[in-house]
């Protein structure tokens, strides 16, 4: 019944798996699945991961993984790690669900190990190092002291630590300094934790860009996220094609109004646009709060954000017209239109882009006059796609396809 809707096709994140599991040769292939899997709906997407042979699922917080296994995906299908905790984190529910736990600082340690003798079985940590992100996990110096505390913990039974894993600060940018300095100050917590008798075998640090570009990163698991939704983690320098990756999510609403107005005529809030000409407006009924950003609106001067319009050869690009507001939006569909309400408008969809083959950037939908895909959106709000799936509202039903 909601005038719109995120169509995810399962058949895309298959194959996204497949191409990131190839891409990571031995290592094993976490599914990030954090942040409802990028707005794409975790339980189908962490079931289809599964299925086309992820063998980790990964989320931020504590209750995402928790609703994985609510779900029915059980130890045998799927080890699950779960990385950001306040103090308030339910370890002991966590452990009793078999979920793997990160630790990036002394108390979650003693935190970790009080559930663990609570729940009568060892936690799975997993220790997160900082090796120059500058986020959470542990400092190297500070690492002696939480590795002897680990281990104390180990040798009383109530926690294996399983993993030490680690994040990029520069993953996407190939070369530059900082990626191998970080995997340098891995190696050498590696090190710190074996001095204590500490054996973590999972060791971790690459996200999509580390596991499609950088072989050296892979360790013993790979933990990509955009890459499985069929993004370019370095999408100035390749489309998603380049990689084998296929754009999952198709973003679409149906026209709520569409009627004539006089040249001249202001659209929307604070009327940023005006019609240069007798024209007709179409009423997009989705926001800011469905997700839309209002980085995205329009106005004579700065055209906003592309909508595909139209069907077969009356298919075309619109940008917005004025500002986005909280539950709709405007397209100046041209004098001609023949779209009526309950026509159906692309927002994105699973198209590759193009890139300049002088300045290597990625032309705009606008320009290269096809189906916008989250790339074109990010660019028209001055954010990144991770940004535009994320925010995407609870209230646009999500529909899936290929199950
Ligand atoms: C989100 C996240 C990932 C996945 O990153 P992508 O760039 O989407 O591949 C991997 N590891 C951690 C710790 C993350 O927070």
């Given at each position: 019944?909601?005038?719109?809707?995120?169509?995810?096709?399962?058949?895309?994140?298959?194959?996204?798996?497949?191409?990131?599991?190839?891409a990571a040769h031995h290592a094993e292939v976490m599914a990030v699945v954090k942040a409802d899997a990028y707005g794409h709906g975790i339980v189908p997407v962490a079931k289809a991961a599964l299925e086309a042979g992820a063998t980790w699922l990964g989320t931020a917080q504590a209750s995402e993984a928790?609703?994985?296994?609510?779900?029915?995906?059980?130890?045998d299908q799927a080890r699950i790690l779960t990385w950001l905790h306040a103090p308030s984190a339910p370890y002991a529910e966590l452990i009793n669900a078999d979920i793997d736990v990160s630790a990036a600082n002394l108390g979650a340690l003693d935190l970790i190990a009080e559930?663990?003798?609570?729940?009568?079985?060892?936690?799975?940590?997993?220790?997160?190092?900082?090796?120059?992100?500058g986020r959470n996990g542990v400092m190297p110096h500070d690492l002696p002291e939480f590795a002897a505390k680990a281990a104390q913990y180990q040798n009383e039974g109530v926690m294996d630590v399983v993993g030490v894993w680690s994040h990029l600060a520069y993953a996407d940018e190939i070369g530059h300094p900082t990626v191998a300095r970080q995997l340098e100050?891995?190696?050498?917590?590696?090190?710190?934790?074996?001095?204590?008798?500490?054996?973590?075998?999972?060791?971790?640090?690459?996200?999509?860009?580390?596991?499609?570009?950088?072989?050296?990163?892979?360790?013993?698991?790979?933990?990509?996220?955009?890459?499985?939704?069929g993004y370019s983690p370095v999408p100035t320098v390749k489309k998603p094609s380049d990689f084998g990756l296929i754009p999952a999510m198709t973003l679409e609403a149906e026209l709520a109004t569409v009627k004539h107005v006089p040249a001249g005529t202001g659209v929307s809030y604070a009327h940023k646009y005006h019609t240069p000409q007798a024209t007709q407006l179409g009423i997009v009924p989705l926001g800011y709060a469905d997700g839309i950003p209002r980085h995205?609106?329009?106005?004579?001067?700065?055209?906003?954000?592309?909508?595909?319009?139209?069907?077969?050869?009356?298919?075309?690009?619109?940008?917005?017209?004025?500002?986005?507001?909280?539950?709709?939006?405007?397209?100046?569909?041209?004098?001609?239109?023949?779209?009526?309400?309950?026509?159906?408008?692309?927002?994105?969809?699973?198209?590759?882009g193009v890139l300049d083959s002088e300045t290597g950037e990625l032309l705009p939908a606008a320009i290269r006059g096809n189906l916008p895909n989250a790339e074109d959106w990010a660019s028209a709000a001055g954010t990144i796609s991770y940004e535009i799936f994320t925010r995407l509202g609870n209230r646009i039903p999500r529909i899936y396809v290929n199950e």
């Amino acid at each position: 019944m909601y005038p719109a809707r995120a169509i995810v096709d399962l058949a895309a994140i298959r194959n996204n798996i497949k191409v990131l599991k190839k891409a990571a040769h031995h290592a094993e292939v976490m599914a990030v699945v954090k942040a409802d899997a990028y707005g794409h709906g975790i339980v189908p997407v962490a079931k289809a991961a599964l299925e086309a042979g992820a063998t980790w699922l990964g989320t931020a917080q504590a209750s995402e993984a928790l609703k994985l296994r609510a779900a029915g995906i059980t130890p045998d299908q799927a080890r699950i790690l779960t990385w950001l905790h306040a103090p308030s984190a339910p370890y002991a529910e966590l452990i009793n669900a078999d979920i793997d736990v990160s630790a990036a600082n002394l108390g979650a340690l003693d935190l970790i190990a009080e559930a663990a003798r609570a729940a009568g079985k060892p936690a799975k940590v997993h220790v997160k190092v900082d090796t120059g992100l500058g986020r959470n996990g542990v400092m190297p110096h500070d690492l002696p002291e939480f590795a002897a505390k680990a281990a104390q913990y180990q040798n009383e039974g109530v926690m294996d630590v399983v993993g030490v894993w680690s994040h990029l600060a520069y993953a996407d940018e190939i070369g530059h300094p900082t990626v191998a300095r970080q995997l340098e100050v891995f190696d050498m917590d590696i090190e710190t934790l074996r001095a204590a008798g500490l054996n973590p075998t999972v060791r971790h640090i690459a996200n999509s860009a580390a596991t499609l570009l950088n072989p050296e990163m892979h360790f013993d698991l790979v933990r990509p996220g955009l890459a499985i939704y069929g993004y370019s983690p370095v999408p100035t320098v390749k489309k998603p094609s380049d990689f084998g990756l296929i754009p999952a999510m198709t973003l679409e609403a149906e026209l709520a109004t569409v009627k004539h107005v006089p040249a001249g005529t202001g659209v929307s809030y604070a009327h940023k646009y005006h019609t240069p000409q007798a024209t007709q407006l179409g009423i997009v009924p989705l926001g800011y709060a469905d997700g839309i950003p209002r980085h995205a609106s329009g106005s004579n001067e700065k055209p906003g954000a592309p909508v595909e319009v139209g069907e077969g050869e009356h298919r075309r690009l619109k940008t917005i017209a004025g500002r986005v507001c909280m539950d709709q939006f405007v397209l100046d569909l041209g004098p001609d239109a023949t779209e009526q309400a309950g026509d159906t408008v692309t927002l994105f969809g699973p198209s590759d882009g193009v890139l300049d083959s002088e300045t290597g950037e990625l032309l705009p939908a606008a320009i290269r006059g096809n189906l916008p895909n989250a790339e074109d959106w990010a660019s028209a709000a001055g954010t990144i796609s991770y940004e535009i799936f994320t925010r995407l509202g609870n209230r646009i039903p999500r529909i899936y396809v290929n199950e």
